[in-house]
């Protein structure tokens, strides 16, 4: 059965990224010519996917306003105002694409929605009995291969029969303390698609030989519902995804993970210096205003390597 089913949650408050995310959500942010979110998109379709489900807030009508197809702005591509394939690039009914929206609910007495877990719990009626990918809308991955991650992702879980596919990449032993990190089963350490024994939280370096971080991209069987129902929320209330993997993997269900190439690169924009980061690299890349950046940007280090220069001497 082709896996065609994704579910991105944008329900995130951005705090990290204030003030700049105080009226625009971050995952409406631009990196290069496009918004995060569509950088998303764009990744889920290419693996194939054709019904997203957007799980969201109602402080985020900007992304449902972009991918809407008779807005103002389609009007006006439509009425001749542009060159076609402006048109078609944004027309996502003509490329077979659908798109859903539901929000997470905060609950009385909290402040923000309950977490990861949560997110895709309220995913249950739109997945109803079928595999599909979840996706944060504030991680982008380039994948310059083909097939892409998420292709592959899709494609091993349905090999294996997995009740979970997570997407993971080798991070340095300084930074494993920053994310989940997945623990290999025996002899499998060096595969690019793997078994998974255990997921630790934020580990520190000497707690395990492993290195490989998760890396916002999952293919769930509907299996993981069951096990979100049975997650104990943290002293904060929220719900959080990793406990209900834990909870197949303690289960003996098929847990397994499948590695992010050295050509391929996870972009988390979680903070500014990730965003600025990310900006740089696009805008460097971009077809038509590439070099001109990149001539820019040498320029311009040379002159604040010049002024420097010169204050030395003084």
């Known amino acids: 059965m082709n896996i065609d089913k994704a579910v991105i949650p944008v329900a995130g408050l951005g705090t990290r990224l204030l003030p700049t995310t105080k009226a625009i959500p971050k995952e409406m942010l631009p990196v290069g010519r496009y918004p995060i979110i569509h950088h998303v998109v764009e990744e889920l379709i290419g693996a194939g996917i054709r019904h997203i489900l957007f799980v969201t807030s109602r402080a985020k009508a900007a992304i449902a306003n972009h991918f809407d197809d008779y807005s103002e702005l389609m009007i006006h591509l439509e009425l001749g105002h542009h060159e076609m394939r402006e048109v078609s690039r944004f027309d996502y009914r003509q490329r077979g694409v659908e798109f859903f929206f539901t929000n997470q609910q905060v609950p009385l007495g909290q402040t923000k929605p309950l977490g990861t877990g949560d997110a895709v ?61 997945v623990v290999p089963t025996p002899n499998e350490e060096n595969r690019e698609d793997c078994r998974i024994r255990d997921l630790l939280e934020k580990p520190a370096p000497d707690q395990t030989p492993s290195r490989l971080a998760s890396s916002a991209r999952y293919v769930f069987s509907p299996c993981i519902f069951d096990e979100i129902r049975k997650v104990t929320p943290a002293p904060n209330g929220e719900i959080y995804l990793t406990d209900a993997i834990l909870r197949l993997i303690h289960a003996n269900a098929v847990v397994r993970a499948v590695r992010l190439t050295p050509a391929e690169a996870r972009h988390d924009i979680g903070n500014h210096r990730a965003y600025f980061k990310t900006f740089l690299e696009y805008a460097l890349e971009d077809a038509e205003w590439g070099q001109e950046m990149r001539e820019y940007l040498a320029a311009r280090l040379a002159a604040e390597s010049d002024a420097g220069r010169n204050t030395e001497q003084l």
């Open 121 to 181: 719990a309220s995913s249950e009626s739109f997945a109803d009995s079928d595999p599909f990918v979840v996706a944060y809308g504030d991680s982008m991955i380039s994948s310059p291969q083909d097939p892409g991650l998420v292709a592959r992702m899709i494609a091993s879980h349905q090999e294996h029969r997995s009740a979970c596919t997570i997407a993971v990449q080798e991070v340095a032993q300084e930074l494993v303390h920053q994310y989940g990190i």
